[in-house]
């Protein structure tokens, strides 16, 4: 009886198992073979939608539709949303491209030449009138016609907002806005410095050396082989919410330039005491520690007087102050050929010395020795070192 009840016992696991695996919904045969992996194509997410190149054409650059979602053109449309980047950009540079006293009258010198306008106009909107040719293949001898889509708002105000972040329809940004009320396309070129280069780099024909030329001031520097951009420096992050669920940072539109960031000043002199009527013998050591280009830069005829200056404590003169001037000087006439160049390349350094001659009069007591930059009477204060009179 043993060997039959051990039988039974085996059948009967045997239908336990079986039974157990129906009741689970199992199937007893093979399973069927694994549907085979998707492809990488199957699982990759649907590429971005490109970025229109933004002066592929050159400049002026045509707009001719208000894209859905915008009001206008006009930089005021985008101070609704955007009045962080506006506060900042509407006292810059940019904004008084057209406007600016000084280019104003560079351009009148200049006489009918519209080399200068696609820059400092760089829509076709803003333009009155448009180079319809140039007698004789010159520059300075444009054949003007009327421009039907002239718009005296936007030219007004110069490098507006359109100018970078509008092509066709389509609005560039540097980020994606899902909530936005118009379509925003992310544009990597927007923080290359190849945009910066539309225009602060420019080649005159027959030149020996390129018009402006920041640009290609900034490549040869170390900037450029750590890969800082002019972004980095010109329009550097700043906090203020631009549009609701940003995080807090934009970059700042004021395109700031302060030679205080570029140049440092150094002194040295035989003794912290100076004394009425005994000449004094000063040595300035001047550095370009913070400009990935030489300083000044772009425009030619930019020039920096760097003035040291001897006061008393009633800060007055005790001696005349003396100078020396950062500056390129080419022809006054086409194609600007230079003839010298004083200025400071990125990472350069000059010295200079100097001799007061304090006078007698001066007021006793504690003074300063002031190195300060001079440009367009404006006064940048670089360094100032404490002395006694005596």
């Not at 907002?161 to 992310?186: F, K, M, Q, W, Y």
């Not at 022809?331 to 010395?353: F, K, N, Q, V």
């Not at 009069?361 to 404006?378: D, F, I, P, T, Y």
Request: charged letters at 15%; a neutral charge; glycine letters at 8%.
């Amino acid at each position: 009886m043993a060997p039959l009840r051990k039988l039974l016992l085996l059948l009967l696991c045997a239908l336990a198992a079986v039974g157990i695996a129906v009741a689970r919904g199992k199937k007893t045969e093979e399973a069927p073979p694994a549907p085979p992996a998707p492809t990488e194509a199957e699982v990759a997410p649907s590429p971005a939608p490109s970025a229109p190149a933004l002066f592929a054409e050159g400049l002026p650059v045509v707009l001719s539709t208000v894209p859905p979602g915008l009001p206008s053109l006009s930089a005021q449309g985008c101070n609704g949303c955007h009045y962080a980047a506006h506060d900042t950009w509407i006292g810059s540079q940019h904004a008084i491209a057209w406007k600016d006293p000084v280019y104003q009258a560079a351009l009148r010198s200049a006489g009918g030449s519209t080399a200068c306008l696609g820059c400092h106009l760089p829509l076709t909107n803003q333009h009155a009138e448009l180079a319809a040719g140039y007698v004789d293949g010159d520059l300075s001898r444009p054949r003007l016609a009327p421009n039907p889509s002239y718009d005296a708002t936007l030219q007004s105000e110069g490098v507006t907002c359109v100018a970078c972040h509008l092509r066709g329809d389509t609005i560039l940004g540097t980020r994606e806005s899902p909530n936005a009320p118009h379509a925003v396309v992310v544009s990597a070129e927007l923080t290359q410095p190849e945009l910066c280069a539309t225009c602060h780099q420019l080649s005159w024909p027959e030149g020996d050396r390129p018009y402006y030329d920041t640009y290609g001031e900034w490549s040869a520097s170390s900037y450029a082989a750590a890969k800082v951009t002019c972004q980095m420096c010109h329009m550097a992050p700043t906090t203020g919410i631009s549009v609701p669920g940003s995080d807090g940072t934009l970059p700042a539109h004021t395109f700031s330039a302060d030679v205080r960031r570029a140049l440092s000043a150094l002194i040295r002199l035989p003794s912290p005491v100076v004394r009425r009527g005994q000449p004094l013998a000063v040595h300035l050591t001047l550095q370009n520690t913070g400009a990935g280009h030489s300083v000044p830069t772009g425009n030619p005829f930019k020039k920096y007087r760097v003035e040291v200056a001897l006061l008393d404590s009633a800060r007055k003169d005790l001696a005349p102050p003396q100078s020396l001037t950062l500056a390129r000087t080419v022809e006054t006439t086409p194609p600007y050929r230079t003839t010298a160049d004083h200025r400071l390349a990125a990472g350069a350094s000059m010295e200079a010395d100097f001799s007061f001659n304090p006078s007698a009069k001066g007021a006793l007591g504690a003074g300063s020795l002031v190195v300060r930059v001079v440009h367009n009477e404006q006064v940048t204060v670089l360094s100032e070192v404490g002395i006694e009179v005596r």
